[in-house]
């Protein structure tokens, strides 16, 4: 059965830089593209981050890029995705995705 377990998150001082991870469980892993998501209310799910399988080829959305980084560990079986210096604006639920398959999602708040 193919998991997706995501950690990291919760409320978090402006200026932080909070590392989310996704475990991955019971496929492939270094066969997939893995991909972050993020959701605030009201909107759909926007894709904003996503890496290849072997991890040379990480590739952002423009709103995104330079804000966060994403890796990922191969041998562990995780995706990273480390968020630097954030402001309000970044407040979302926070997915992993690949292929049909949806991490829970993990709320980032940006606030003092």
């Known amino acids: 059965q193919m998991q997706l377990v995501v950690a990291g998150g919760g409320l978090v001082q402006p200026g932080g830089s909070p590392r989310l991870s996704c475990a991955a469980a019971?496929?492939?892993?270094?066969?997939?593209?893995m991909t972050w998501y993020r959701q605030t209310p009201g909107k759909e799910r926007e894709l904003f981050a996503s890496?290849?399988?072997?991890?040379?080829?990480?590739d952002y959305a423009v709103f995104m890029r330079a804000r966060f980084t994403i890796c990922r560990d191969n041998v562990k079986n995780i995706v990273y995705l480390q968020m630097n210096n954030l402001s309000a604006e970044v407040t979302a639920v926070y997915f992993c995705?690949?292929?049909?398959?949806w991490g829970q999602g993990t709320q980032v708040t940006v606030s003092s």
């Open positions: 019971g496929f492939m892993f270094i066969a997939e593209r």
């Open positions: 995705h690949t292929g049909a398959n």
């Open positions: 890496i290849s399988p072997n991890g040379d080829m990480p």
